[in-house]
Nanobody, 112 residues
């Protein structure tokens, strides 16, 4: 049974930083692409960042390039999202995703 557990969300002022973590279980973590999505109030869920299994190459949404960094620790079955220079429009629930499975989400609120 796949489980994805996010943590690290919270309230931060604009310009601040947060690091999200997603710890996975129930599948061969190192073999899978891992992604972070977010959903702001009244908006559709959108892809924020993705990290591939082989070689660890990454993709980012244009809106977060240069500010967010996705990384993974296969020994810990964990994927991270380092978020710097946060903006109020980054307020959303952030979700961890792999192959159609989702975590419960973690709330990030950025105050102006």
């Amino acid at each position: 049974q796949v489980q994805l557990v996010e943590s690290g969300g919270g309230l931060v002022q604009a310009g601040g930083s947060l690091r999200l973590s997603c710890t996975a279980s129930g599948f061969a973590f190192s073999r899978y692409v891992m992604s972070w999505y977010r959903q702001a109030p009244g908006k559709e869920r959108e892809l924020v960042a993705r990290i591939f299994s082989a070689g660890g190459s990454t993709n980012y949404a244009d809106s977060v390039k240069g500010r967010f960094t996705i990384s993974r620790d296969n020994a810990k079955n964990t994927v991270y999202l380092q978020m710097n220079s946060l903006k109020p429009e980054g307020t959303a629930v952030y979700y961890c995703n792999t192959a159609g499975d989702w975590g419960q989400g973690t709330q990030v609120t950025v105050s102006s």
